[in-house]
């Protein structure tokens, strides 16, 4: 693979604005149908003609096809790029493309193409960019770039995004941004929209409402732009105002995200301890939190973390190798059980056939009540006000799921093996295991979540071993009893 590796000229330098203009409509539509498939995914054909245009140095084909993509559809593009690719698209960026598309970029493709921005061209990107996309862009930086770009920053954003900075990750402090449109509340509603229309250089490219503060700049109330727009201009803030809900700079963003949720908001004024106003959080980046959390919480109910398109082999092997350990050592000591029934299963093999089934299923009923609990306590769903009953009816339903199986399963057994007593061992195995598995797949998750453990994290490998032992000792139990 060869091409020009000197640094494109200024004037090769993408504006996507200006590089869409220069196309005919027709051409642009042409690109654009060529980029997208009915699934909105990227075409890989288009893929190539990016991967064409760059290994024949060619930068005006290769500012065409980007100036198609929306910046969101760049970023994904550079999910389907080497490293090297993504240098060369990356320098034919100019800082406002580039703020565009890095606030789109997973984190670890985000994290290899910053490695490959000269930190002047970040630190105008980073003023391109809402405060709290350019805090967690600073945030993947290396420390010795991350001062690099600071420093080449104007003092009041790098001020900003400091401040951010020094909050936890993954609270509402380091989720906000800066840009918040304020009134004092003795304002009136005329004031304040020709306060904007003069100021309107310095407004947020997005907002929702205005947060009426007093003196001490603590909100009071907001009114929404809607109802701004349609209030008569002689009434005052604090007469049409709407009352506020808060978010504590320190509050965890899935608290803060239940908050949206459950109230339905559009958006929300963040206050430091004093009450003073210091931010904003709107529902695009609760949006983000929503997904991350539910991506996380799927992924840990199975034991893995998110492999990403760059993630490496051994990075994956370490992050599913230790639960994958913990799940042999469980599964070593719910054999013992089998052990301990060997010589009744030397007497009747039939035994062996049939023991996976009630653990197999003992093993999905588990599943099946693990995923509904953790998604309830996630959710908020699930506390301590409605946990017994919550409990009593997965009792119920796991008893209920248990006669049905174990009936179908007895007569399955009866008809293949034509013996009554084994058909009746089967069926009242499975009634006791999938109902074991309801009480498990309740009590574990609630369990971990009362010691303030993740309940997504470990619990299924704790039911699973619950549901394969119980399985092994109620089968071969009742066949003790019942067979031998």
């Given at each position: 693979?060869s091409?020009?590796?000197?640094h494109?000229?200024?004037d090769?330098?993408?504006?996507?604005?200006?590089?869409?203009?220069?196309?005919?409509?027709?051409?642009?539509e042409?690109?654009?149908?060529?980029?997208?498939?009915?699934?909105?995914?990227?075409?890989?054909?288009?893929?190539a003609?990016?991967v064409?245009?760059?290994?024949?140095?060619?930068?005006?084909?290769?500012?065409?096809l980007?100036?198609?993509?929306?910046?969101?559809?760049?970023?994904?593009?550079?999910?389907?790029?080497?490293?090297?690719?993504?240098?060369?698209?990356?320098?034919h960026?100019?800082?406002?493309?580039?703020?565009?598309?890095?606030?789109?970029?997973?984190?670890?493709?985000?994290?290899?193409?910053?490695e490959?921005?000269?930190?002047?061209?970040?630190?105008?990107?980073?003023?391109?960019?809402?405060?709290?996309?350019?805090?967690?862009?600073?945030?993947d930086?290396?420390?010795?770039?991350?001062?690099?770009?600071?420093?080449?920053?104007?003092?009041i954003?790098?001020?900003?995004?400091?401040?951010?900075?020094?909050?936890e990750?993954?609270?509402?402090?380091?989720?906000?941004?800066?840009?918040?449109?304020?009134a004092?509340?003795?304002?009136?509603?005329?004031?304040?929209?020709?306060?904007?229309?003069?100021?309107?250089?310095?407004?947020?490219?997005?907002?929702?409402?205005?947060?009426?503060v007093?003196?001490?700049?603590?909100?009071?109330?907001?009114?929404?732009?809607?109802?701004?727009?349609?209030?008569?201009?002689?009434?005052p803030?604090?007469?049409?105002?709407?009352?506020?809900?808060?978010?504590?700079?320190?509050m965890?963003?899935?608290?803060?995200?239940?908050?949206?949720?459950?109230?339905?908001?559009?958006?929300?004024?963040?206050?430091?301890?004093?009450?003073?106003l210091?931010?904003?959080?709107?529902?695009?980046?609760?949006?983000?939190?929503?997904?991350?959390?539910?991506e996380?919480d799927?992924?840990?109910?199975?034991?893995v973390?998110?492999?990403?398109?760059?993630?490496?082999?051994?990075?994956?092997?370490?992050?599913?190798?230790?639960?994958?350990?913990?799940?042999?050592?469980?599964?070593?000591?719910?054999?013992s059980?089998?052990?301990?029934?060997?010589?009744?299963?030397?007497?009747?093999?039939?035994?062996?056939?049939?023991?996976?089934?009630?653990?197999?299923?003992?093993?999905?009923?588990?599943?099946?009540?693990?995923?509904?609990?953790?998604?309830?306590?996630?959710?908020?769903?699930l506390?301590?006000?409605?946990?017994?009953?919550?409990?009593?009816?997965?009792?119920?339903?796991?008893?209920?799921?248990?006669?049905?199986?174990?009936?179908?399963?007895?007569?399955?057994?009866?008809?293949?093996?034509?013996?009554?007593?084994?058909?009746?061992?089967v069926?009242?195995?499975?009634?006791?295991?999938?109902?074991?598995?309801?009480?498990?797949?309740?009590?574990?998750?609630?369990?971990?979540?009362?010691?303030?453990?993740?309940?997504?994290?470990?619990?299924?490998?704790?039911v699973?071993?619950?549901?394969?032992?119980?399985g092994?000792?109620?089968f071969?139990?009742?066949a003790?009893?019942?067979?031998?």
């Amino acid at each position: 693979m060869s091409r020009d590796t000197d640094h494109p000229k200024e004037d090769d330098v993408l504006d996507l604005r200006a590089s869409r203009t220069s196309l005919t409509s027709a051409e642009v539509e042409d690109l654009e149908d060529l980029a997208l498939g009915e699934d909105y995914a990227l075409n890989p054909d288009f893929v190539a003609m990016v991967v064409d245009a760059i290994d024949r140095g060619d930068a005006e084909r290769l500012r065409e096809l980007l100036a198609a993509l929306h910046p969101a559809d760049v970023a994904d593009l550079m999910g389907f790029l080497s490293s090297d690719y993504r240098s060369e698209v990356v320098a034919h960026l100019d800082p406002e493309a580039l703020a565009e598309i890095l606030s789109e970029l997973d984190t670890e493709i985000r994290e290899d193409v910053l490695e490959h921005v000269p930190y002047a061209t970040l630190a105008k990107a980073l003023g391109e960019m809402d405060s709290d996309d350019a805090v967690d862009v600073v945030d993947d930086l290396e420390d010795d770039k991350r001062a690099q770009v600071l420093a080449a920053m104007p003092e009041i954003e790098r001020t900003a995004i400091e401040s951010s900075l020094a909050y936890e990750d993954e609270t509402a402090g380091r989720l906000m941004q800066r840009e918040v449109v304020w009134a004092p509340q003795f304002w009136t509603v005329g004031q304040t929209i020709d306060h904007f229309l003069k100021e309107a250089d310095e407004l947020p490219e997005l907002f929702f409402d205005v947060y009426v503060v007093d003196p001490s700049h603590k909100p009071v109330g907001a009114v929404p732009v809607s109802h701004l727009l349609r209030t008569r201009r002689d009434a005052p803030l604090a007469q049409v105002m709407e009352a506020i809900t808060e978010i504590p700079v320190q509050m965890d963003q899935e608290e803060v995200a239940y908050i949206f949720d459950k109230y339905h908001l559009i958006s929300a004024p963040v206050v430091e301890p004093g009450g003073r106003l210091v931010g904003q959080i709107t529902v695009d980046d609760i949006v983000g939190v929503i997904q991350d959390e539910s991506e996380e919480d799927i992924l840990a109910l199975a034991g893995v973390s998110d492999a990403g398109r760059d993630a490496g082999v051994l990075g994956i092997v370490r992050s599913r190798l230790p639960w994958l350990i913990l799940n042999l050592l469980t599964a070593t000591i719910a054999v013992s059980v089998i052990a301990a029934f060997q010589n009744e299963i030397a007497k009747l093999v039939t035994l062996a056939i049939l023991m996976p089934i009630v653990a197999g299923v003992g093993g999905n009923a588990g599943t099946q009540t693990l995923a509904v609990a953790v998604r309830a306590l996630a959710s908020r769903e699930l506390n301590a006000s409605n946990a017994t009953r919550i409990f009593l009816r997965e009792i119920c339903v796991g008893m209920i799921d248990g006669a049905v199986l174990g009936s179908v399963m007895s007569v399955a057994v009866f008809l293949w093996f034509h013996d009554l007593r084994l058909s009746l061992t089967v069926g009242l195995a499975l009634i006791v295991n999938v109902s074991i598995a309801a009480v498990v797949g309740t009590l574990v998750p609630l369990t971990l979540d009362r010691l303030g453990r993740d309940p997504a994290v470990s619990s299924s490998v704790f039911v699973t071993f619950a549901t394969d032992s119980m399985g092994f000792l109620s089968f071969l139990g009742l066949a003790a009893v019942i067979l031998l």
